[in-house]
């Protein structure tokens, strides 16, 4: 994994050029703007290898050679969401023509979860939402958790939708036939 940085120098440094950046070597424009790949965090530790907090040091140097240099903090999230769904249970059958569902959801970022594709009401790590005016069959319930830095987690539930009582039909045997059993 790396990071791509592009910006103009004078939002980190006026009137300096910028040197490196985590001390890998950054060749600046004449107007100051650079473009640098970056590889690692500040100790060498490579950003495939980092989940989480990290630092970026921006290190510039003016005409006099002096230096400065400043931090700029980051999170590299690769994880999507731990998503579960406590309600329906799989295989459910509903009896209504509305349903809840429920679970949880728990990340390192802020998370928004989609029932059917429209928000539910997050609460902490708990989540829920009610699906109505729904129709008598088959429903795969897709719930879908999108953290801050767009990984995602998706599950689903099959249930059936059953609104009606059962139809029951009886053929009786044909008039005046003989039947040994009542």
Do not use: K, W
């Not at 009137?15 to 490196?20: E, G, M, Q």
């Not at 809840?100 to 829920?128: I, K, L, M």
């Amino acid at each position: 994994t790396i990071l791509t940085i592009a910006t103009g120098l004078s939002a980190i440094a006026p009137n300096f050029t910028l040197r490196d950046i985590n001390g890998q070597n950054v060749a600046t424009d004449g107007d100051g703007s650079f473009s640098a790949t970056i590889t690692s965090d500040v100790l060498g530790v490579a950003f495939a290898s980092i989940e989480g907090a990290t630092n970026l040091v921006f290190t510039a140097t003016d005409a006099a050679g002096n230096t400065s240099s400043t931090t700029v903090s980051i999170t590299l999230d690769r994880t999507a969401p731990a998503l579960s769904i406590a309600s329906p249970l799989s295989g459910a059958v509903v009896p209504n023509s509305s349903l809840s569902v429920s679970g949880t959801v728990s990340d390192a970022t802020p998370v928004s979860v989609f029932v059917q594709g429209v928000p539910a009401q997050v609460t902490g790590q708990a989540y829920s939402h009610t699906l109505a005016d729904l129709s008598d069959g088959a429903l795969t319930v897709t719930v879908r958790a999108v953290d801050a830095a767009g990984n995602e987690a998706t599950l689903t539930r099959e249930v059936e939708i059953d609104l009606g009582p059962p139809t029951v039909a009886i053929t009786p045997p044909a008039a005046g036939a003989l039947v040994r059993e009542a």
